[in-house]
């Protein structure tokens, strides 16, 4: 049933490979095995029942926490052409009993309902005579008191399961310690269970900790760098939304709070808005964020510290979902520590002692000063490889520490000077730039000494370093006409009297000594920014009229692709991310006409060539793709393990992702790397062969535990790469 699967994921979904464990899930929950999920949000959780649910006879139940959460996952089935409904209080009785009818005449293949729903004696009613093939249960840790978000109606889910006795249940959420895990699986009675549990890296968020100085003027400099970009910013409490949000609009930014203060039509109005792209940011409590599934969001800020690391995890964890950068930034002081203490402190027993562990775990990855991947990925039970992340303040801290500004501040100082103190930080900022606009020709200020004398800032970092002398008073803006003149310290500091240290936030492009970013792809560079903007605003229009958020027709990240391979068929606009077969009927022949509307106008041609390439290795990853051309080069696993500062496993889930794409790979290497003897590798091909080479689990219990996971996923990739031959 794996190969249907994997139709489904290609023409259904428009994705040409599984993401990592999703695979091994769906085997595992289409072969009726009870099933753990552990998988980071954006990890991909959702296609693990749902391509399940599409294949078994039955229906597939989806137990889920909130109706904001149901209506996301339903719509995005719905555009896929799956018949999914929900049951809650937010349908009209009429609503209500047409999805009831749906039910009954063998209509729907999933269900999503809450766990009061569920336990509703109408709700076993309708469900009596009905065929549950699958049974399954999103956000499980609100099933243990251990986890950060206990929900007691989810304990009775232990319960309610045994009215399905032939249904499967998986289980899945991205924020789960061991313990957790372990609770889990004792509630749920998961005793013949397999667990999969997928690594809580997320590589493509840079995590910063900073000490909380003028919050505001921190916020406004982290916001300056990303104008437009998609956010959440994170209070703790709704005098504080209510503030911050105040004073981002009068800032000039798009923006909404949320909070349990306003209205419930309220609240959805601006969640609304904010998943729809008619504002950047969203000013919240803590009560914002679960049921959204917005895969655009650039930025997390924490103006307030979270109460615990499964929250910081599970906020931070709804950026960057579409796999580009995204920036987490966490305001840090004692205060805010002192404030979750008072509240500790009103908890008795054991939900205090949790409480306190919780916190505890929480100060020490805000503290730490290693990389803060390791002390993140060691709360939940994994060790981090490497030494260093280079995506977190800590392994940057160059990025981190004061400086030393003195010269580039005299530098600023000097072009107000000689411009009379009559203009502002940006025309300030295009002097030191070079720039020849109309502004700069008409005042002659191409002419002065200082004109062109900054180009080793950027403008945005001269616009930074401005706020950054305003808040020591050297220099001050007029209130009428936003003007810059120097105060008597500036005075000082251009006298070379008094020098200027600080730190300017570099994070929002983390370059590496290639000039590359460090998630960026070859696409994510080197997109047509142009044409790109036109696409945003076609899904914008056609959003608008069906009435859906923009990212349930495409993500950014097929946008991106069309932007850089201008695709003019449709064969070739399949192959982009996520279009498939289902999307392209709704959708895809408007974006083909853009498309090549622009190609004509611009004569640009189709990147035919690289959407050969693109097509046979499918979204292997550019890493994957390089190490396997190395490894077909000549080089052993050890051999690239060391070049690339890497472990092994690294490097064989490389080749692994490469094998999965139907690629050629030669097969002595996999044996030459193993450490097992020549009879003990043909005893593990023989059981390969027998029960297969996907479920190492089952391989290695027949084997009685006598080899190790890393050995059989090397015969694994040996068996792998024979059947390519």
Same mark, same amino acid.
Request: glycine share 6%.
């Given at each position: 049933?794996?190969?249907?699967?994997?139709s489904?994921?290609q023409n259904t979904?428009?994705?040409n490979e599984f993401?990592?464990?999703?695979?091994?899930v769906?085997?595992?929950?289409?072969?009726?095995?009870?099933?753990?999920?552990?998988?980071?949000?954006?990890?991909g959780?959702?296609?693990c029942y749902q391509?399940p649910a599409?294949l078994?006879k039955g229906i597939?139940?989806?137990?889920?926490?909130?109706?904001s959460l149901?209506?996301?996952q339903v719509e995005?089935?719905?555009?896929?052409?799956?018949?999914?409904?929900?049951l809650?209080s937010?349908?009209?009785p009429?609503?209500y009993?047409?999805?009831?009818?749906?039910?009954?005449?063998?209509k729907?293949?999933m269900?999503?309902?809450a766990?009061e729903?569920?336990?509703l004696?109408?709700?076993?009613?309708?469900?009596?005579?009905i065929?549950?093939s699958?049974?399954?249960?999103?956000e499980?840790?609100?099933?243990?008191?251990?986890?950060?978000?206990?929900?007691?109606?989810?304990?009775?889910?232990?319960?309610?399961?045994?009215?399905?006795?032939?249904?499967v249940?998986?289980?899945?959420?991205?924020?789960a310690?061991p313990r957790v895990?372990a609770?889990?699986?004792?509630i749920l009675?998961?005793?013949?269970?397999?667990s999969?549990?997928a690594?809580f890296d997320?590589?493509?968020?840079?995590?910063?900790?900073?000490?909380?100085?003028?919050p505001?003027?921190?916020?406004?400099?982290?916001l /300056?760098?990303?104008?437009? @970009?998609? #956010?959440?910013i994170y209070?703790?409490? &709704?005098?504080?939304v !209510?503030?911050l949000?105040s004073?981002?609009?009068?800032?000039?930014?798009s923006?909404?709070?949320?909070?349990a203060?306003?209205?419930?039509e309220?609240?959805?109005?601006n969640?609304?808005?904010?998943?729809?792209?008619?504002?950047?940011?969203?000013?919240?409590t803590i009560?914002?964020g679960?049921g959204?599934?917005?895969?655009?969001v650039?930025?997390?800020?924490?103006h307030?510290?979270?109460?615990?690391?499964e929250?910081?995890y599970?906020?931070?964890?709804r950026?960057?979902?579409d796999g580009i950068?995204?920036?987490c930034?966490?305001l840090?002081s004692?205060q805010?520590?002192?404030?979750?203490? /008072?509240?500790?402190?009103? @908890?008795? #027993?054991?939900?205090?002692?949790i409480? &306190?562990?919780h916190? !505890?775990k929480?100060v020490?990855?805000?503290?730490?000063?290693r990389?803060r991947r390791?002390?993140l990925?060691?709360?939940?039970?994994?060790?981090?490889?490497h030494?260093?992340?280079?995506m977190?303040d800590?392994?940057l801290?160059m990025?981190g520490?004061k400086?030393?500004l003195?010269e580039?501040?005299k530098k600023f100082l000097s072009?107000?000077?000689?411009?009379g103190?009559?203009f502002g930080a940006?025309?300030i900022a295009?002097i030191?730039r070079?720039s020849?606009n109309?502004k700069?020709?008409?005042?002659k200020h191409?002419?002065i000494?200082?004109?062109?004398?900054g180009?080793?800032?950027?403008?945005?970092?001269?616009?930074?370093?401005s706020?950054l002398l305003m808040?020591k008073d050297?220099?001050?803006?007029?209130?009428?006409f936003?003007?810059?003149s120097?105060?008597k310290?500036?005075k000082?500091?251009?006298?070379?009297?008094?020098?200027v240290?600080?730190?300017l936030?570099r994070?929002?492009a983390?370059?590496?000594e290639d000039?590359?970013?460090?998630?960026?792809?070859e696409v994510?560079?080197?997109?047509?920014q142009e044409?790109?903007?036109?696409?945003r605003?076609?899904r914008k229009?056609i959003?608008?009229v069906?009435?859906?958020?923009?990212y349930m027709?495409?993500?950014d990240t097929t946008?991106m692709?069309?932007a850089y391979?201008?695709?003019?068929?449709?064969?070739?606009?399949q192959?982009m991310?996520?279009v498939?077969?289902a999307?392209f009927?709704?959708?895809?022949?408007?974006?083909?006409i853009?498309?090549?509307?622009f190609c004509?106008?611009?004569?640009i041609e189709e990147r035919?060539?690289?959407i050969?390439v693109?097509?046979e290795?499918?979204?292997?990853?550019k890493?994957?793709?390089?190490?396997?051309?190395e490894?077909?080069n000549g080089?052993?696993?050890?051999?690239?393990?060391?070049?690339?500062?890497v472990?092994?496993?690294s490097?064989?889930?490389h080749?692994?992702?490469?094998l999965?794409?139907?690629?050629d790979l030669r097969t002595?290497?996999f044996?030459?790397?193993s450490?097992?003897?020549?009879d003990k590798?043909?005893?593990?091909?023989?059981?390969?062969g027998r029960?297969g080479h996907?479920?190492?689990k089952t391989?290695y219990?027949?084997l009685?535990?006598?080899?190790n996971y890393?050995e059989l996923?090397?015969?694994q990739l040996y068996c792998m790469?024979t059947e390519?031959r």
């Amino acid at each position: 049933m794996i190969a249907e699967a994997k139709s489904i994921l290609q023409n259904t979904f428009g994705y040409n490979e599984f993401r990592p464990l999703q695979e091994e899930v769906i085997s595992n929950v289409l072969n009726k095995k009870d099933t753990l999920v552990i998988m980071p949000t954006g990890g991909g959780k959702s296609l693990c029942y749902q391509i399940p649910a599409l294949l078994f006879k039955g229906i597939t139940i989806v137990v889920s926490p909130l109706i904001s959460l149901m209506k996301d996952q339903v719509e995005q089935l719905q555009q896929y052409d799956i018949p999914a409904i929900y049951l809650n209080s937010s349908l009209t009785p009429a609503q209500y009993k047409a999805n009831v009818k749906k039910l009954r005449d063998g209509k729907v293949k999933m269900l999503y309902v809450a766990p009061e729903t569920l336990m509703l004696d109408k709700t076993n009613d309708i469900l009596k005579d009905i065929k549950v093939s699958c049974f399954t249960i999103d956000e499980a840790h609100c099933i243990s008191e251990w986890g950060h978000d206990f929900r007691p109606d989810y304990r009775s889910l232990a319960r309610v399961r045994k009215r399905f006795p032939t249904a499967v249940t998986i289980a899945l959420t991205a924020t789960a310690t061991p313990r957790v895990r372990a609770d889990i699986r004792d509630i749920l009675e998961m005793t013949d269970s397999n667990s999969f549990i997928a690594s809580f890296d997320r590589d493509n968020l840079f995590l910063k900790v900073a000490d909380k100085s003028g919050p505001l003027e921190q916020i406004l400099d982290f916001l /300056y760098t990303r104008k437009g @970009k998609s #956010g959440i910013i994170y209070c703790f409490s &709704r005098r504080q939304v !209510d503030e911050l949000y105040s004073d981002l609009l009068q800032e000039g930014y798009s923006v909404r709070p949320y909070h349990a203060g306003l209205t419930e039509e309220e609240r959805t109005r601006n969640q609304e808005a904010f998943i729809r792209d008619d504002i950047d940011i969203i000013v919240a409590t803590i009560a914002f964020g679960m049921g959204i599934n917005k895969p655009d969001v650039r930025f997390v800020i924490h103006h307030d510290m979270p109460q615990n690391i499964e929250s910081y995890y599970q906020q931070i964890g709804r950026a960057g979902r579409d796999g580009i950068r995204a920036d987490c930034l966490l305001l840090y002081s004692y205060q805010d520590t002192q404030k979750i203490k /008072y509240f500790i402190n009103k @908890k008795e #027993g054991k939900e205090e002692k949790i409480a &306190r562990e919780h916190l !505890d775990k929480l100060v020490h990855f805000i503290e730490t000063d290693r990389c803060r991947r390791k002390p993140l990925m060691k709360y939940f039970g994994e060790t981090y490889q490497h030494k260093e992340c280079d995506m977190c303040d800590n392994c940057l801290r160059m990025e981190g520490e004061k400086e030393d500004l003195t010269e580039v501040a005299k530098k600023f100082l000097s072009t107000i000077d000689s411009v009379g103190e009559k203009f502002g930080a940006h025309h300030i900022a295009d002097i030191l730039r070079g720039s020849k606009n109309k502004k700069i020709i008409q005042n002659k200020h191409q002419e002065i000494t200082e004109h062109g004398t900054g180009m080793e800032f950027n403008k945005e970092q001269w616009i930074q370093l401005s706020r950054l002398l305003m808040r020591k008073d050297v220099i001050k803006v007029s209130s009428t006409f936003k003007t810059l003149s120097i105060t008597k310290e500036g005075k000082k500091v251009l006298s070379k009297k008094e020098r200027v240290l600080g730190i300017l936030d570099r994070t929002s492009a983390t370059i590496d000594e290639d000039g590359e970013s460090k998630t960026d792809s070859e696409v994510e560079i080197n997109y047509n920014q142009e044409l790109y903007k036109i696409l945003r605003q076609k899904r914008k229009d056609i959003a608008d009229v069906k009435r859906i958020p923009p990212y349930m027709i495409f993500p950014d990240t097929t946008l991106m692709e069309m932007a850089y391979y201008y695709p003019q068929t449709e064969e070739t606009m399949q192959i982009m991310y996520g279009v498939g077969a289902a999307k392209f009927k709704r959708y895809g022949e408007e974006f083909l006409i853009a498309v090549k509307r622009f190609c004509i106008e611009k004569k640009i041609e189709e990147r035919s060539k690289d959407i050969e390439v693109r097509s046979e290795r499918g979204s292997t990853s550019k890493k994957s793709f390089s190490v396997a051309q190395e490894y077909q080069n000549g080089a052993s696993i050890e051999e690239l393990a060391e070049k690339h500062g890497v472990n092994t496993a690294s490097i064989i889930n490389h080749l692994k992702n490469y094998l999965k794409e139907k690629q050629d790979l030669r097969t002595d290497g996999f044996l030459e790397a193993s450490e097992l003897s020549e009879d003990k590798q043909k005893k593990v091909i023989d059981v390969m062969g027998r029960k297969g080479h996907e479920l190492l689990k089952t391989v290695y219990e027949e084997l009685d535990g006598r080899v190790n996971y890393g050995e059989l996923r090397l015969i694994q990739l040996y068996c792998m790469a024979t059947e390519r031959r």
